[in-house]
């Protein structure tokens, strides 16, 4: 099957500026698609110019505003661009499926040119998405293009078997938004021509990637249909650090594999997706942690304790679970030299949701004595009686007793996560210097509660430790190899 090409979009004011813009990006793209709508008027006198001016094959778009673009002025203005313009070098003109002007398709045909045949669907994935593409598929001369936006995981579903049922016609078939997100990286897994991409400042359509990360982080030139493909389900997902550990450990152990984000709203939906995909295992972040259980055939010891899963590993047939959070979670501390056993240790761990399960677990099982405190009383007092964990809230008494549990403070909250980097959930707490401060938050990598507690002396691990350690097995659980150059991923994050 052949490789799908990579097309900048560019959609600068000038045709001066859209060169600029594949100059900044030529070393990672195969053509572009001059976005004419975004031009100012003057310069669409010049449109057939632009070609000409760089060296890369290049696409004629002149979007209407009814298909996502800019176009506002008139359709026969428009239609006489489109032919003026096709006089220059362009290798490709995209042209409507509901375009009223058959003259306009066979004089720019005439020319040379390959006709896109496209449409675009902001409100869902059609019913008849994949006849639409057969029809266009058998039109002399072109290239039939769907960009359809699935609005759940069931539309990301039907989307690819559309792909199924257009198999072997050549043609542009992508998911747009954050559900269609996958199918602009397995443009080539899946058969589609080519997969556009944005400079991330200008971006021109919902869900387009930057070409560096396309090629850099998603590894689009090394993807073909025989790739492995592993993945992260979450709601929401497109944050996750975790296609940068994975993918680049794939390609330092060399390995014929991709890890990609799936934004799931249904459990029960993604499962037949990662079935189509043949996807050979994933990560599970919020809120499908616990959710997920009840699709698994076989779960390891770690599930059934901390009663989540955060790692699925294909079985033929069938899906394992395990929990990698734990053992994320206590490397760091394990590493950390003040520490020469957890005998007789207090700590205090603040919240009581998905993240605290592993945690919780994890220090009971080394026989920490553990204080819950959380903004919710009761669901600590719940999470605290099965370990027979001492509990309070985020209150004043809570935190009177936070200095009797504190060797070491892990907070699990969301308070201070990006994008409200101000919050500290124990602001009126005092660090005394002896505490380890533990933040299981990793965007951004210094929280308050960690700078407060760094400036009182501290010992302090910051959230991308678990997060790459609970990463680095499941590694070895998908690939049967350990990660490769810990220290160098440990250092670019
Ligand atoms: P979650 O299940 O939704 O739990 C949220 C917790 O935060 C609850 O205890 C909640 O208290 C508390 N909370 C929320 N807003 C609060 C506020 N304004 N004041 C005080 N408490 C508040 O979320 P999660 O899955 O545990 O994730 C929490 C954080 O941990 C996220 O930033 C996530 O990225 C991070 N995490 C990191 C790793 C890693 O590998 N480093 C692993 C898992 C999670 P109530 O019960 O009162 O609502």
Redo the contacts with the bound molecule.
């Keep these: 099957m052949e490789k799908s090409f990579i097309c900048l979009a560019v959609t600068e004011s000038t045709l001066d500026n859209n060169i600029k813009r594949i100059l900044e990006y030529k070393d990672h793209i195969d053509m572009v698609e001059l976005r004419a709508d975004f031009l100012d008027k003057e310069e669409l006198r010049y449109l057939d110019k632009f070609p000409g001016m760089t060296d890369i094959p290049a696409i004629l778009t002149i979007r209407r505003k009814s298909d996502g673009g800019m176009y506002t002025s008139g359709e026969n203005e428009r239609c006489a661009l489109l032919e003026k313009g096709s006089a220059g070098k362009y290798q490709f003109v995209d042209l409507e499926e509901d375009l009223e002007n058959e003259d306009i398709t066979a004089r720019i045909k005439e020319k040379g040119k390959t006709i896109i045949r496209s449409f675009h669907d902001f409100n869902g994935v059609p019913h008849d998405l994949a006849s639409r593409i057969k029809k266009s598929g058998q039109r002399p001369g072109e290239i039939p293009k769907a960009a359809v936006m699935p609005l759940c995981t069931k539309d990301l579903d039907r989307l690819l078997h559309s792909y199924k049922e257009c198999k072997g016609i050549r043609k542009i078939l992508l998911g747009m938004g954050t559900f269609g997100f996958p199918t602009r990286i397995l443009a080539s897994y899946l058969g589609s021509f080519l997969t556009y991409c944005s400079a991330p400042q200008k971006c021109a359509a919902p869900g387009h990637i930057d070409p560096v990360a396309l090629e850099n982080l998603y590894r689009f030139r090394n993807i073909s249909r025989n790739t492995a493909l592993y993945g992260i389900i979450g709601n929401p997902v497109m944050h996750t650090l975790s296609p940068a550990i994975h993918n680049r450990g794939f390609s330092q152990t060399g390995l014929d594999a991709v890890y990609i984000p799936f934004q799931v709203d249904s459990v029960k939906d993604f499962f037949p997706v990662a079935e189509f995909l043949d996807i050979k295992g994933f990560s599970v972040t919020?809120p499908h942690k616990e959710e997920v259980i009840r699709y698994l055939t076989q779960q390891d010891k770690s599930v059934e304790q901390i009663a989540a899963c955060n790692t699925v590993l294909r079985l033929d047939p069938g899906w394992r679970g395990v929990n990698t959070?734990g053992t994320?979670f206590m490397e760091p501390l394990r590493e950390n030299k003040r520490l020469e056993s957890f005998n007789n240790l207090r700590a205090t761990v603040i919240?009581?949701?998905?993240?605290?399960k592993a945690v919780v677990f994890s220090l009971v099982s080394e026989g920490v004595d553990v204080l819950i405190l959380?903004?919710?009383v009761g669901?600590a007092e719940m999470f605290a009686s099965p370990y027979h964990c001492a509990w309070g809230g985020?209150d004043s008494e809570g935190l009177k007793r936070m200095s009797s549990y504190s060797d070491i403070i892990v907070q699990?909250?969301?308070?201070g996560?990006e994008p409200d980097i101000q919050g500290d959930?124990v602001p009126g707490y005092r660090f005394k210097g002896h505490e380890i401060a533990y933040d299981?938050?990793?965007k951004p990598a210094m929280t308050n509660f960690l700078k407060r507690a760094e400036q009182a002396g501290c010992t302090i691990i910051q959230?991308k430790e678990?997060?790459l350690g609970?990463g680095f097995v499941q590694f070895r659980l998908f690939t049967g190899k350990e990660y490769p150059d810990k220290a160098g991923i440990k250092a670019l994050l």
């Design positions: 919020i959070d994320g919240g009581a949701g998905g993240g605290a959380n903004r919710t669901k985020l699990t909250t969301k308070v996560m959930p299981i938050v990793y959230g678990m997060l609970q």
